[in-house]
């Protein structure tokens, strides 16, 4: 039977002293090699320190540092102990870097680096680039610098690698003029140099640069390769910059280079990422389906365009589908307001046992969010929790921002609360949370508090705070932190800001000031500018002023739905029928049309959505007739129909039946019929609630004794015993 290499077994329950016996050194070498586990390692550490005159006592310390780098804590630990004056084996300094060199953590690399510095380790033209490498992934411009300084002084900063490394380093801190220096300087450039500059321009979005040294590599005797491309056309799709890569494509085609299934997808990407849907379908059409990234570029492509079908059409084609295609095809859905689909794609997926990643889950949460179901929401957040995903920061975040939007706002501060760490974003969406729910008060508190904490607001943050001051109503509120925003955090005010101060003005009805904004600003208005008077001046009945506001949105967008329609209901107020036929001729014309109504309501995990005077549903019948007894009772209440919001040419019976058929009112009953008792009843409406169904919905809560809580395009309505929390100021 084999003897054990130590009297007794190495094994975490066993003391250290038990395996103090000397052994030979061939024996330690092979149990340091097989040390399978952290307490092994010590046990062995232990070994040596109580045999300090063992045989080749540092070597098997060497060794020992080299196997323990798995556990770079106590590797680095074990090289802090090694004495100023013991010099290493030959060439472990690069052994040491290039084992750590494979971890992602560059500064783990770099704190090793300054302890062997400390210990006089030699550093020889290998270490380098490894070095360079690691200073690199970190962005550490500094140490990056002082590594180059020691390659001078040691000369091998004209090692061709050490060079190709510098240039490496160089760039991705930023600092691409002194990447070129070194570039230019280098004797020996092969196809790595030249990929390695032109990526540096890449990053740094110099593309005139790019397509000069391009030119400058066609007349050197190094062919640009299919990875150089790759970097281009990649660097293209990124930022977004068509033009170059159309030049680039050219390049390819106007020089022969063959372009492999590989070089095809990366092209389908750089054309599909930019929008240009026909010419990546060209070029997609000669792969196939099996092409996983061209057919993950086809589905983010077309989703992009806001065509998810064809995006659809491109993941159904697929044979094998990974992770990214699949998290590709629920966040088409997300974007594109389709957050059902989005959701059955997720659990189909799981059902295919794909696991999903942060993207996925984040694009889930975003749906949900969408979607407005707070049982969804739920069911969601239970398996983030679930799966590990519950620590993330940007998981939380988006947490946060679900629940506010699933009309939980109680769910969000939870969230909130439990987070250990919190950032910028985590306080936004928590600001942003209280505005949309008009708890105004909670909302600047916040804000308050967050800079309590230290953590500097951004531009978002302010759109939040302006945007809670809108829709309650402060207008020195929102002037004050307008003006806290420039003057005291240096914050450049964008169209977002101004739109919400136009909005502000305008909904207190401080019109004057609302126009002189729009007038004083140092960019020009956009439809959202223009929109948000107008509405201000439809809801104060300032028309003159309205109808100049209307004109200029539709300078800027023509086929703009509002503004054609504010301009037929301004006729409409006055009975000129004749020009509201003549808008709306327009309008048919032109294939414009009004947005239709629609609401949604989640009942038994199940969500149900109404048109105006939908009679889809299954049960139709019993919601109609339930409509009639609700309008009965609510009459008794003091309940009047407000046929002011129907602007077509009925007599008032029929503006009156319109009116009660609005898409909420039908959902509503629908909510009466199916609730379990004492339940909060949640609406989700993709417009702004009207006047009549603000009212309806107030009064059905205090005759029925139950929560209503309406979203609408804009923000959340909590209508509670008669009254809703926006105060009737929305």
């Not at 102990?81 to 010099?87: G, L």
């Not at 033209?125 to 200073?135: Q, Y």
């Not at 990366?266 to 026909?278: E, F, H, I, K, R």
């Not at 136009?502 to 208005?525: C, F, I, K, Q, T």
Request: proline letters at 4%; glycine letters at 6%; charged letters at 20%.
């Amino acid at each position: 039977m084999a003897q054990p290499l130590l009297s007794t077994p190495l094994h975490p329950h066993y003391p250290a002293a038990a395996a103090a016996t000397a052994l030979p050194q061939a024996n330690f070498n092979k149990l340091i090699s097989t040390a399978t586990s952290l307490p092994h390692l010590k046990q062995i550490h232990a070994h040596l320190l109580r045999n300090p005159h063992h045989g080749h006592h540092h070597h098997h310390l060497f060794n020992l540092i080299l196997c323990s780098l798995s556990y770079p804590s106590y590797a680095l630990s074990l090289l802090s102990s090694i004495p100023a004056q013991r010099q290493p084996p030959p060439q472990l300094s690069s052994k040491l870097l290039k084992h750590l060199s494979r971890s992602n953590n560059a500064d783990e690399t770099l704190i090793f680096f300054q302890t062997m510095q400390k210990k006089a380790f030699p550093i020889d033209r290998f270490s380098f680039p490894l070095l360079l490498k690691a200073a690199s992934k970190a962005m550490a411009l500094s140490e990056g610098k002082m590594i180059h300084g020691l390659a001078a002084k040691l000369g091998f900063d004209s090692d061709p690698f050490v060079e190709t490394a510098l240039v490496g380093m160089y760039a991705a801190c930023g600092l691409i003029s002194e990447a070129r220096l070194v570039f230019d300087k280098m004797s020996y450039k092969d196809v790595v140099s030249w990929t390695i500059m032109i990526d540096g321009y890449c990053q740094s979005q110099l593309f005139d640069d790019v397509l000069a040294l391009l030119e400058e590599m066609k007349g050197s005797k190094v062919e640009p390769d299919e990875r150089i491309f790759t970097t281009i056309l990649s660097a293209c799709s990124r930022f977004g910059n068509l033009d170059v890569g159309k030049l680039v494509h050219g390049f390819i085609s106007d020089n022969n280079i063959v372009i492999d299934s590989h070089l095809q997808s990366v092209l389908v990407n750089m054309y599909a990422s930019s929008g240009a849907m026909d010419m990546a379908q060209s070029l997609y059409d000669k792969l196939k389906p099996t092409n996983v990234v061209a057919s993950t570029a086809m589905i983010s492509g077309y989703s992009k365009v806001g065509n998810v079908e064809a995006a659809r059409l491109v993941f159904d084609e697929m044979v094998d589908k990974d992770l990214v295609c699949w998290s590709a095809m629920i966040s088409g859905y997300a974007d594109s307001d389709k957050p059902q689909e989005a959701l059955k794609i997720f659990h189909e997926m799981l059902r295919h046992g794909i696991k999903p990643d942060q993207v996925t889950i984040l694009s889930v949460i975003s749906a949900c969010a969408h979607l407005g179901a707070l049982d969804q929401a739920k069911k969601i957040h239970l398996y983030v929790t679930d799966n590990g995903f519950g620590k993330a920061l940007p998981i939380n975040n988006a947490l946060i921002d679900m629940y506010a939007k699933c009309g939980s706002l109680e769910e969000a501060k939870e969230v909130f609360g439990r987070m250990h760490r919190k950032n910028v974003i985590s306080w936004t969406s928590m600001i942003s949370a209280f505005a949309i729910h008009g708890d105004v008060d909670n909302s600047l508190k916040h804000f308050q508090q967050m800079k309590l904490e230290n953590v500097e607001p951004n531009w978002i943050t302010f759109v939040g705070v302006l945007y809670a001051c809108s829709h309650a109503g402060l207008v020195e509120e929102g002037q004050k932190a307008f003006e806290k925003m420039v003057n005291e955090y240096g914050i450049t005010p964008r169209l977002e800001h101004y739109g919400c101060m136009v909005d502000l003005y305008g909904r207190a009805n401080h019109l004057a000031d609302a126009l002189e904004l729009v007038e004083s600003m140092p960019m020009a208005p956009n439809v959202v500018i223009w929109g948000s008077l107008m509405a201000a001046c439809r809801i104060h009945g300032e028309f003159e002023l309205g109808e100049f506001a209307a004109k200029r949105l539709l300078e800027l967008d023509p086929d703009h739905d509002g503004a054609h329609i504010f301009l037929s209901n301004i006729y409409a107020k006055e009975k000129r029928w004749e020009n509201v036929g003549a808008v709306r001729q327009f309008m048919r014309h032109k294939g414009i049309s009004k947005q239709q109504g629609r609401s949604m309501i989640e009942m038994d995990n199940e969500i149900h959505e109404f048109l105006t005077a939908d009679k889809k549903h299954k049960q139709t019948d019993e919601i109609y007739v339930k409509l009639d007894e609700v309008v009965d009772k609510l009459k008794q209440a003091g309940y009047t129909p407000n046929t002011s919001s129907v602007l077509v040419d009925l007599d008032e019976d029929e503006k009156k039946e319109v009116v009660l058929w609005h898409s909420e009112k039908l959902a509503l009953c629908y909510g009466l019929i199916s609730r379990e008792k004492q339940s909060c009843i949640r609406i989700i409406k993709n417009l702004r609630i009207c006047e009549d169904c603000h009212n309806f919905m107030k009064k059905a809560s205090k005759v029925f004794n139950v929560e209503i809580i309406v979203r609408d395009r804009t923000r959340f309505h909590h209508c509670r015993d008669g009254s809703c929390s926006c105060k009737d100021y929305w």
